[in-house]
């Protein structure tokens, strides 16, 4: 099992940005895929973005692609997510989770594939 333990949210006005950092620790971190989900109020959970586990590959939702970028240090045991240009609709409760499997070569992307979660950071985007 690995721990996960976001940081990085807050408060930002429409347009600004925010970095938000998960460190994992417990199991060989580079062996798998990490991603980023949100959680609105009275919303399910959604994918945000995700990154292979020797970072070669990335995916987001179409919601966020172009203005935000995942990306990972290995070496830190730590993903990153890099938001920018943010929306009143960013707003949201940010998931960081861990695969369930390593070295995996398939896309992994939906809620099902992840197995680690972390406690969530608050992303307030005002207008």
């Known amino acids: 099992q690995v721990q996960l333990v976001e940081s990085g949210g807050g408060l930002v006005q429409a347009g600004g940005s925010l970095r938000l950092s998960c460190v994992a620790s417990?199991?060989?971190?580079?062996?798998?895929?990490m991603g980023w989900f949100r959680q609105a109020p009275g919303k399910e959970r959604e994918f945000v973005a995700a990154?292979?586990?020797?970072?070669?590959?990335?995916y987001y939702a179409d919601s966020v692609k172009g203005r935000f970028a995942i990306s990972r240090d290995n070496a830190k045991n730590t993903v990153y997510l890099q938001m920018n240009s943010l929306k009143p609709e960013d707003t949201a409760v940010y998931y960081c989770?861990?695969?369930?499997?390593?070295?995996?070569?398939?896309?992994?992307?939906?809620?099902?594939?992840?197995?680690?979660w972390g406690q969530g950071t608050q992303v307030t985007v005002s207008s």
């Open positions: 990154i292979s586990w020797n970072g070669g590959r990335t």
């Open positions: 989770a861990a695969d369930r499997n390593p070295l995996r070569t398939i896309v992994v992307v939906t809620t099902a594939d992840f197995g680690s």
């Open positions: 417990g199991r060989t971190f580079s062996n798998y895929y």
